[in-house]
């Protein structure tokens, strides 16, 4: 059985009987002019050429839950990788994509607007064997807001396929849900870079204390993209207990992890990064000076607030 016959059998199962089918949504409730915009819209889902495709899911997803008749059509273009034009679609821009979008991603993006009537048949998409079907689901599901989204997004990110795992971290990010922070921290040790590179960038935005060991440590990472996202990340974090590798990461031989470094210390304003720092401001790259010169001015502009709020004798 192809995957998509696979995908749309599974919805028909969850949905079950006629009536559970009307408490989705039958177009009982849509105006008619509605309606036939979406028998519409739905039927250019099928179309040969992608960009109608594209552009059917979008404007699907822009009729919110009203499109919820439209869910086993847009689960089964999740599978569609044919790459198409960036599309906005009222969805925000996040590090796993790049300027061009694929069908099955901007059926995702429809699928989170429609809402909590699609966590369901999304959930189901994560158990098939088409990961491109896989890793649009777990990217629908990191946009959706629903709690059961959360506990969705942790299995994914044990995924078999690092596309997913990476797309199921960045979802966990979009969460402000404790039970997020360990399975980032595990991800920070994942086998593929950009899975860890993800969960660094979702750690960060976490902003749980239980974080800033694990990513002090991914300073180390042997690559530098996930040490540059790992020092952004540490940014973020209140907690000065990073400083020192922080300092130490001002001496990277990579001159994007030096320059979040800097950026990174400079929000900490914590003095003891003054003279890494200083010496910074005569790296051989224009960036890290830059922002050197820049962390240097917070933390003295933090000391002398510091000291006028000390009480005159």
Do not use: M
């Given at each position: 059985m192809k995957s998509s016959a696979m995908i749309l059998l599974l919805f028909c199962l969850i949905i079950g009987?006629?009536?559970?089918?009307?408490?989705?949504?039958?177009?009982?409730?849509?105006?008619?002019?509605?309606q036939s915009d979406l028998a519409r819209l739905i039927e250019s889902l099928k179309s040969p050429n992608a960009e109608e495709r594209a552009s059917a899911a979008c404007k699907l997803g822009e009729m919110a839950e009203s499109a919820a008749p439209a869910i086993p059509n847009l689960i089964n273009l999740l599978s569609d990788e044919t790459r198409?034009?960036?599309?906005?679609?009222?969805?925000?821009?996040?590090s796993v994509q790049s300027d061009e979008d694929t069908v099955g991603r901007i059926a995702g993006v429809a699928l989170a607007r429609i809402g909590p009537l699609a966590v369901d048949p999304l959930a189901l998409v994560l158990k098939t064997?088409?990961?491109?079907?896989?890793?649009?689901?777990?990217?629908?599901?990191?946009?959706?807001?629903d709690d059961r989204t959360v506990g969705l997004?942790?299995?994914?990110?044990?995924?078999?396929?690092?596309?997913v795992?990476?797309?199921?971290?960045?979802?966990?990010?979009?969460?402000?849900?404790?039970?997020?922070?360990?399975?980032l921290i595990n991800a920070l040790k994942d086998p593929e870079?950009?899975?860890?590179?993800?969960?660094?960038?979702?750690s960060g935005l976490s902003g749980n204390r239980d974080s800033v060991g694990p990513?002090?440590?991914?300073?180390?990472?042997?690559?530098?993209?996930?040490?540059?996202?790992?020092a952004w990340a540490l940014g973020l974090q209140g907690n000065k207990d990073s400083v020192e590798p922080l300092m130490v990461a001002l001496k990277d031989s990579d001159v994007e992890v030096r320059t979040q470094a800097a950026w990174a210390l400079g929000l900490k304003g914590d003095y003891r990064a003054v003279d890494a720092l200083s010496a910074a401001t005569r790296d051989d790259n224009n960036h890290v000076r830059k922002q050197a010169t820049w962390a240097l001015g917070m933390i003295m502009m933090r000391d002398s607030r510091a000291a006028n709020m000390k009480p005159k004798d």
């Open positions: 009987s006629a009536a559970t089918i009307r408490v989705i949504g039958s177009g009982a409730n849509i105006p008619a002019d509605s198409v034009g960036a599309y906005d679609c009222g969805r925000k821009r996040n064997q088409d990961l491109a079907a896989r890793k649009n689901a777990a990217f629908a599901l990191g946009l959706l807001k997004l942790i299995a994914a990110i044990t995924d078999s396929a690092g596309p795992r990476a797309q199921a971290a960045w979802g966990l990010g979009l969460k402000r849900d404790p039970r997020v922070v360990e399975p870079w950009e899975v860890r590179e993800q969960a660094a960038w979702a990513l002090s440590a991914a300073l180390t990472d042997s690559h530098a993209r996930v040490r540059s996202q790992a």
